[in-house]
Protein backbone atom coordinates (compact mmCIF):
# COMPACT_ATOMS: atom_id res chain seq x y z
CA UNK A 1 0.00 0.00 0.00
CA UNK A 2 1.38 3.05 -0.86
CA UNK A 3 1.55 6.34 1.31
CA UNK A 4 2.83 9.36 1.57
CA UNK A 5 4.96 10.70 4.17
CA UNK A 6 5.45 14.17 5.75
CA UNK A 7 9.09 14.05 6.63
CA UNK A 8 8.96 17.24 8.49
CA UNK A 9 8.08 14.60 11.11
CA UNK A 10 11.58 13.25 11.05
CA UNK A 11 13.93 16.35 11.29
CA UNK A 12 16.04 15.33 14.15
CA UNK A 13 20.16 17.13 14.73
CA UNK A 14 21.05 14.71 11.83
CA UNK A 15 18.04 16.26 9.60
CA UNK A 16 16.79 14.24 6.81
CA UNK A 17 16.60 15.21 2.81
CA UNK A 18 13.99 16.81 1.39
CA UNK A 19 12.42 17.65 4.91
CA UNK A 20 10.23 20.12 2.93
CA UNK A 21 8.45 17.81 0.82
CA UNK A 22 6.12 14.65 1.02
CA UNK A 23 7.57 11.33 -0.19
CA UNK A 24 5.06 8.96 -1.97
CA UNK A 25 6.32 5.97 -1.93
CA UNK A 26 5.26 3.17 -3.96
CA UNK A 27 4.90 0.51 -1.44
CA UNK A 28 5.98 -0.26 2.46
CA UNK A 29 8.91 -1.93 1.60
CA UNK A 30 10.58 1.12 -0.11
CA UNK A 31 9.12 3.44 3.20
CA UNK A 32 10.67 1.09 5.15
CA UNK A 33 14.10 0.47 3.49
CA UNK A 34 14.39 4.69 2.82
CA UNK A 35 13.46 5.43 6.28
CA UNK A 36 15.17 3.05 8.46
CA UNK A 37 17.39 4.19 11.19
CA UNK A 38 19.45 2.99 13.66
CA UNK A 39 18.08 2.66 16.94
CA UNK A 40 19.70 3.13 20.61
CA UNK A 41 17.33 3.72 23.19
CA UNK A 42 14.93 0.34 23.88
CA UNK A 43 11.27 0.17 25.34
CA UNK A 44 11.53 -2.74 28.49
CA UNK A 45 9.25 -5.23 26.27
CA UNK A 46 10.37 -8.79 25.46
CA UNK A 47 9.25 -9.42 21.42
CA UNK A 48 6.74 -12.07 21.41
CA UNK A 49 7.82 -15.61 19.58
CA UNK A 50 5.91 -15.22 16.92
CA UNK A 51 7.69 -11.86 16.21
CA UNK A 52 10.97 -13.69 16.90
CA UNK A 53 10.36 -16.64 14.47
CA UNK A 54 9.01 -14.72 11.57
CA UNK A 55 12.56 -12.14 11.65
CA UNK A 56 14.94 -15.08 12.33
CA UNK A 57 13.04 -17.01 9.02
CA UNK A 58 14.01 -13.96 7.24
CA UNK A 59 17.75 -14.15 7.75
CA UNK A 60 17.04 -17.90 6.98
CA UNK A 61 15.75 -17.19 3.78
CA UNK A 62 18.59 -14.50 2.48
CA UNK A 63 20.79 -14.91 -0.56
CA UNK A 64 23.88 -17.08 0.33
CA UNK A 65 26.83 -18.00 -2.03
CA UNK A 66 26.35 -22.16 -3.29
CA UNK A 67 23.34 -22.10 -0.84
CA UNK A 68 25.19 -22.99 1.69
CA UNK A 69 24.47 -20.93 4.71
CA UNK A 70 28.11 -20.91 6.55
CA UNK A 71 26.80 -19.00 9.39
CA UNK A 72 25.26 -19.29 12.52
CA UNK A 73 23.43 -16.88 15.18
CA UNK A 74 23.60 -16.77 18.51
CA UNK A 75 20.51 -15.56 20.05
CA UNK A 76 21.05 -13.80 23.52
CA UNK A 77 18.15 -12.56 25.79
CA UNK A 78 19.78 -13.76 29.16
CA UNK A 79 19.96 -10.03 31.21
CA UNK A 80 23.70 -11.04 32.61
CA UNK A 81 24.73 -11.79 29.28
CA UNK A 82 23.66 -8.67 27.88
CA UNK A 83 24.36 -6.51 30.90
CA UNK A 84 28.05 -8.48 29.83
CA UNK A 85 28.82 -7.64 26.26
CA UNK A 86 27.00 -3.93 27.07
CA UNK A 87 30.61 -3.51 29.16
CA UNK A 88 32.43 -5.56 26.65
CA UNK A 89 31.83 -2.96 23.54
CA UNK A 90 31.25 0.23 26.47
CA UNK A 91 27.61 0.44 24.90
CA UNK A 92 25.22 1.08 28.00
CA UNK A 93 22.50 1.43 26.09
CA UNK A 94 22.70 -2.44 24.77
CA UNK A 95 21.65 -3.89 28.29
CA UNK A 96 18.34 -1.96 27.55
CA UNK A 97 17.67 -3.98 24.15
CA UNK A 98 16.12 -7.25 25.37
CA UNK A 99 17.43 -9.57 22.54
CA UNK A 100 20.92 -9.56 20.52
CA UNK A 101 21.89 -11.72 18.00
CA UNK A 102 25.49 -12.39 17.49
CA UNK A 103 26.30 -13.19 13.90
CA UNK A 104 28.98 -15.76 13.05
CA UNK A 105 30.74 -17.35 10.01
CA UNK A 106 30.47 -21.06 10.55
CA UNK A 107 32.29 -23.70 8.75
CA UNK A 108 31.99 -26.28 11.39
CA UNK A 109 28.75 -27.23 10.67
CA UNK A 110 29.69 -27.80 6.67
CA UNK A 111 33.38 -29.61 7.79
CA UNK A 112 30.78 -31.99 10.39
CA UNK A 113 28.50 -32.68 6.70
CA UNK A 114 31.45 -32.93 4.48
CA UNK A 115 33.33 -35.59 7.15
CA UNK A 116 30.30 -37.67 7.17
CA UNK A 117 29.52 -38.03 3.74
CA UNK A 118 32.66 -38.57 2.92
CA UNK A 119 33.37 -35.59 1.05
CA UNK A 120 36.83 -33.49 0.54
CA UNK A 121 36.86 -29.58 2.71
CA UNK A 122 39.43 -27.16 2.80
CA UNK A 123 37.18 -23.97 3.15
CA UNK A 124 39.07 -22.82 6.30
CA UNK A 125 42.53 -22.39 4.25
CA UNK A 126 40.69 -20.66 1.47
CA UNK A 127 40.41 -16.81 1.35
CA UNK A 128 37.39 -16.77 -1.49
CA UNK A 129 35.59 -19.39 0.98
CA UNK A 130 36.14 -16.24 3.57
CA UNK A 131 35.09 -13.65 0.97
CA UNK A 132 31.98 -15.57 0.21
CA UNK A 133 31.23 -16.55 3.51
CA UNK A 134 31.44 -12.69 4.88
CA UNK A 135 29.39 -11.69 2.39
CA UNK A 136 26.82 -14.45 3.53
CA UNK A 137 26.77 -13.59 7.19
CA UNK A 138 25.75 -9.82 6.58
CA UNK A 139 23.45 -10.21 3.68
CA UNK A 140 21.31 -12.82 6.97
CA UNK A 141 22.05 -10.09 9.06
CA UNK A 142 20.65 -7.25 7.20
CA UNK A 143 17.29 -9.29 5.98
CA UNK A 144 16.93 -9.97 10.06
CA UNK A 145 17.38 -6.38 10.44
CA UNK A 146 14.99 -5.01 7.83
CA UNK A 147 12.50 -7.79 8.52
CA UNK A 148 12.48 -6.78 12.61
CA UNK A 149 11.87 -2.94 11.37
CA UNK A 150 8.84 -4.22 9.35
CA UNK A 151 7.49 -5.52 12.69
CA UNK A 152 7.71 -2.26 14.33
CA UNK A 153 11.53 -3.44 16.04
CA UNK A 154 14.75 -1.24 16.04
CA UNK A 155 18.06 -2.16 15.68
CA UNK A 156 21.51 -1.07 15.58
CA UNK A 157 24.81 -3.19 14.47
CA UNK A 158 27.62 -3.01 17.00
CA UNK A 159 30.54 -3.84 15.43
CA UNK A 160 33.17 -3.63 17.81
CA UNK A 161 32.41 -7.14 19.09
CA UNK A 162 35.37 -7.68 17.40
CA UNK A 163 37.65 -6.75 19.34
CA UNK A 164 36.13 -8.92 22.38
CA UNK A 165 36.71 -12.54 20.17
CA UNK A 166 38.44 -14.17 23.45
CA UNK A 167 35.64 -12.83 25.48
CA UNK A 168 32.71 -14.11 23.29
CA UNK A 169 34.21 -17.34 21.94
CA UNK A 170 34.34 -17.96 25.77
CA UNK A 171 31.26 -16.88 26.73
CA UNK A 172 29.19 -18.64 24.21
CA UNK A 173 31.64 -21.45 23.89
CA UNK A 174 32.38 -20.76 20.38
CA UNK A 175 34.24 -24.28 18.49
CA UNK A 176 36.85 -24.11 16.14
CA UNK A 177 35.84 -22.82 12.71
CA UNK A 178 33.38 -20.66 14.39
CA UNK A 179 34.24 -16.68 14.46
CA UNK A 180 31.98 -13.99 15.83
CA UNK A 181 31.43 -10.95 12.99
CA UNK A 182 28.75 -8.63 14.18
CA UNK A 183 26.28 -8.28 16.60
CA UNK A 184 22.59 -6.53 16.55
CA UNK A 185 20.58 -5.24 19.08
CA UNK A 186 16.78 -5.77 18.87
CA UNK A 187 13.70 -4.40 20.63
CA UNK A 188 11.35 -1.93 20.56
CA UNK A 189 12.06 1.99 20.32
CA UNK A 190 11.21 4.22 23.08
CA UNK A 191 10.40 7.16 20.08
CA UNK A 192 10.16 7.21 16.41
CA UNK A 193 13.40 7.16 15.25
CA UNK A 194 14.53 10.08 12.73
CA UNK A 195 16.41 8.72 9.45
CA UNK A 196 20.26 10.68 9.06
CA UNK A 197 21.28 11.87 5.83
CA UNK A 198 23.08 10.48 2.84
CA UNK A 199 25.37 11.33 0.46
CA UNK A 200 22.65 10.29 -2.07
CA UNK A 201 22.60 8.28 -5.29
CA UNK A 202 24.01 11.01 -7.38
CA UNK A 203 27.31 10.92 -5.05
CA UNK A 204 27.62 6.52 -4.62
CA UNK A 205 26.36 5.99 -8.13
CA UNK A 206 28.78 5.61 -11.38
CA UNK A 207 27.55 5.09 -14.66
CA UNK A 208 29.21 2.51 -16.59
CA UNK A 209 32.77 3.25 -14.92
CA UNK A 210 34.12 5.13 -11.65
CA UNK A 211 34.60 8.63 -12.01
CA UNK A 212 36.07 10.88 -9.17
CA UNK A 213 33.59 14.11 -8.35
CA UNK A 214 35.47 17.31 -8.68
CA UNK A 215 37.03 18.64 -5.25
CA UNK A 216 34.23 21.48 -5.13
CA UNK A 217 31.26 19.03 -5.60
CA UNK A 218 32.83 16.52 -3.30
CA UNK A 219 33.24 19.28 -0.63
CA UNK A 220 29.72 20.24 -1.48
CA UNK A 221 28.21 16.80 -0.82
CA UNK A 222 29.25 16.37 2.56
CA UNK A 223 29.01 19.89 4.11
CA UNK A 224 25.35 18.72 2.85
CA UNK A 225 25.34 15.10 4.60
CA UNK A 226 26.82 16.48 8.07
CA UNK A 227 25.47 20.13 7.88
CA UNK A 228 25.82 22.19 11.00
CA UNK A 229 27.78 19.42 12.63
CA UNK A 230 30.78 21.02 14.48
CA UNK A 231 32.98 19.12 16.99
CA UNK A 232 33.73 21.22 19.98
CA UNK A 233 37.86 21.51 20.80
CA UNK A 234 39.56 20.78 24.10
CA UNK A 235 42.76 20.55 24.94
CA UNK A 236 43.15 17.18 25.32
CA UNK A 237 41.34 15.84 21.93
CA UNK A 238 43.63 18.70 20.30
CA UNK A 239 46.48 16.92 21.44
CA UNK A 240 45.33 13.19 20.29
CA UNK A 241 44.13 14.83 17.15
CA UNK A 242 48.01 16.31 16.54
CA UNK A 243 49.32 13.42 18.01
CA UNK A 244 47.20 10.84 15.76
CA UNK A 245 47.85 13.18 12.63
CA UNK A 246 51.79 13.07 13.02
CA UNK A 247 51.47 9.35 13.21
CA UNK A 248 49.95 8.98 9.91
CA UNK A 249 51.43 11.57 7.80
CA UNK A 250 54.57 12.94 9.45
CA UNK A 251 54.97 16.50 11.01
CA UNK A 252 54.41 18.56 8.50
CA UNK A 253 51.20 17.53 7.44
CA UNK A 254 49.71 17.45 11.18
CA UNK A 255 50.73 21.16 11.56
CA UNK A 256 48.41 22.14 8.43
CA UNK A 257 45.98 19.71 10.17
CA UNK A 258 46.22 21.33 13.48
CA UNK A 259 46.00 24.41 12.11
CA UNK A 260 43.10 24.25 10.27
CA UNK A 261 41.78 23.42 13.54
CA UNK A 262 42.55 26.23 14.96
CA UNK A 263 41.68 28.78 12.68
CA UNK A 264 37.71 27.11 12.26
CA UNK A 265 37.88 26.33 16.15
CA UNK A 266 36.18 23.03 15.95
CA UNK A 267 36.68 19.88 14.18
CA UNK A 268 34.35 18.83 10.84
CA UNK A 269 33.00 15.71 11.11
CA UNK A 270 35.53 13.69 8.65
CA UNK A 271 38.61 15.45 11.03
CA UNK A 272 36.59 13.47 14.06
CA UNK A 273 35.83 10.39 12.23
CA UNK A 274 39.26 9.59 11.60
CA UNK A 275 41.34 12.12 14.29
CA UNK A 276 39.69 11.20 17.23
CA UNK A 277 36.69 8.31 16.75
CA UNK A 278 38.49 5.74 14.07
CA UNK A 279 41.43 7.66 14.53
CA UNK A 280 43.94 6.51 11.59
CA UNK A 281 46.65 5.64 14.15
CA UNK A 282 44.84 2.65 15.46
CA UNK A 283 42.32 0.95 13.30
CA UNK A 284 45.39 -0.92 11.26
CA UNK A 285 47.72 -1.18 14.20
CA UNK A 286 45.50 -4.27 14.69
CA UNK A 287 45.72 -5.99 11.93
CA UNK A 288 47.99 -8.66 12.84
CA UNK A 289 45.91 -9.19 16.08
CA UNK A 290 42.81 -9.95 14.10
CA UNK A 291 44.58 -12.18 11.83
CA UNK A 292 45.46 -14.20 15.00
CA UNK A 293 42.40 -14.75 16.52
CA UNK A 294 41.28 -16.05 13.41
CA UNK A 295 43.72 -18.70 13.33
CA UNK A 296 42.83 -19.15 16.78
CA UNK A 297 40.09 -20.05 15.53
CA UNK A 298 41.01 -22.88 13.38
CA UNK A 299 41.00 -20.71 10.08
CA UNK A 300 43.94 -20.13 8.02
CA UNK A 301 42.94 -17.73 5.09
CA UNK A 302 45.48 -15.18 5.25
CA UNK A 303 48.38 -17.49 5.20
Known amino acids: MARGIDKKENLSHHGVLDADKIVNYPNDTIRLLHERSSCRSFENKKIPRRVEKLILEAGDHAPTGGNLQPYSIIKITREDSRSKLAGFCGQKFMAEAPMHLLFCIDWRR ?36 TAADSMGLGSVYIGTVIDFIDETKKMFEL ?36 SDMEDDALLKAFAKKYEGQKIPVSDENFKIFKKVCEAVSGKKYAAACADDVRKKGYYNPVQRYFGLHYRADEMSANNENYIKMSGKSGFRWFE
Do not use: M, T
Not at 180 to 208: F, M, Q, T
Open 110 to 145: LQRWSKLEHAPFAAEKSFLHFWISFQDVIACAQNIC
Open 175 to 210: PDLVFPVVLLCLGYPKARIAPRRKLGIENIVHDEKY
